[in-house]
């Protein structure tokens, strides 16, 4: 599969599902990918021993970041244990409450659509809410490591 370039994304959610607290939690994570346009639905996966795992089957809302070239230490950050990956990270919060990076390329916000069990991992489905992009080249993971996407001539 390290032959399969894909994009970088960090997935969070904001709010602790069983009281309402905030609670951000995220991960880094290039298994994402579009599954319908009607409705708008997006797919990602999250390995069994995540930590991360019990926040985002808790939760009914989550933010997906698509990270943009110059964003490598946050993807970095977010794929390492740290006791909080949002410190001195800029973000804003949007309609589903979650965290939102700022300077990706695009942004999807969407609530939870379905989950299933596949092997070692559990797949999301995502429902997209709210999205938008601006401008720039993304990031990119291929071969064990980050790139930069270059047109061709």
Do not use: K
Not at 11 to 28: H, Q, S, V
Not at 93 to 104: F, K
């Amino acid at each position: 599969m390290s032959e399969f370039a894909t994009g970088v994304t960090i997935i969070a959610t904001g709010m602790d599902a069983r009281d309402g607290t905030p609670g951000y939690a995220g991960f880094t994570a290039n298994s994402f990918n579009s599954v319908s346009l009607a409705p708008p639905l997006v797919v990602w996966s999250l390995g069994h021993d995540a930590g991360t795992l019990a926040a985002f089957e808790r939760c009914e809302r989550y933010a997906i970041s698509v990270l943009a070239q110059d964003q490598v230490a946050i993807a970095r950050r977010f794929s390492r244990p740290h006791a909080d990956r949002f410190a001195g990270v800029p973000f804003t919060l949007g309609w589903a409450g979650a965290p939102l990076i700022e300077g990706a390329v695009a942004w999807f916000e969407c609530r939870h659509h379905s989950r299933q069990v596949a092997g070692d991992h559990v797949l999301f489905v995502g429902e997209v809410v709210r999205c938008r992009r601006r401008q720039g080249p993304g990031l990119v993971f291929h071969q064990g490591r980050f790139r930069a996407t270059a047109p061709l001539p």
